[in-house]
């Protein structure tokens, strides 16, 4: 079993800040990447933010400067800091971790629950 979970989502006003946490747990011989997707609605889901256990992260063009992703590979978590939120940023941000279970198995991409960010004045 493999357990993702997030935190740290709430309300801000815009010009404010959030920062999303995000553990995995479980059965997990080596994960390679995690990161942070999100949802508004009536939208696709896209990607915000991705790390790898090297360090190397990748931002989409519309958070970069905004956005910090970080990550502690000795505890399987992820972070993201989010400053200068705008309205258009809110959504629901879902954490990503694409791992393996055991040597054998392919690596697979698994989800957390989602966390809503709210942006208004």
């Known amino acids: 079993q493999v357990q993702i979970v997030e935190s740290g989502g709430g309300l801000v006003q815009p010009g404010g800040s959030l920062r999303l946490s995000c553990a995995a747990s479980?059965?997990?011989?080596?994960?390679?990447?995690m990161g942070w997707y999100r949802q508004a609605p009536g939208k696709q889901r896209e990607m915000v933010a991705l790390?790898?256990?090297?360090?190397?992260?990748n931002y989409a063009e519309f958070v970069k400067g905004r956005f910090t992703i970080s990550r502690d590979n000795a505890k399987n978590t992820v972070t993201l800091q989010m400053n200068s939120l705008n309205f258009e940023d809110t959504a629901v941000y879902y954490c990503?971790?694409?791992?393996?279970?055991?040597?054998?198995?392919?690596?697979?991409?698994?989800w957390g629950q989602g966390t809503q960010v709210t942006v208004s004045s």
């Open positions: 479980g059965s997990i011989v080596s994960l390679p990447a």
């Open positions: 990503n971790a694409r791992l393996k279970k055991s040597w054998r198995d392919r690596f697979d991409d698994y």
């Open positions: 790390v790898n256990n090297g360090g190397i992260s």
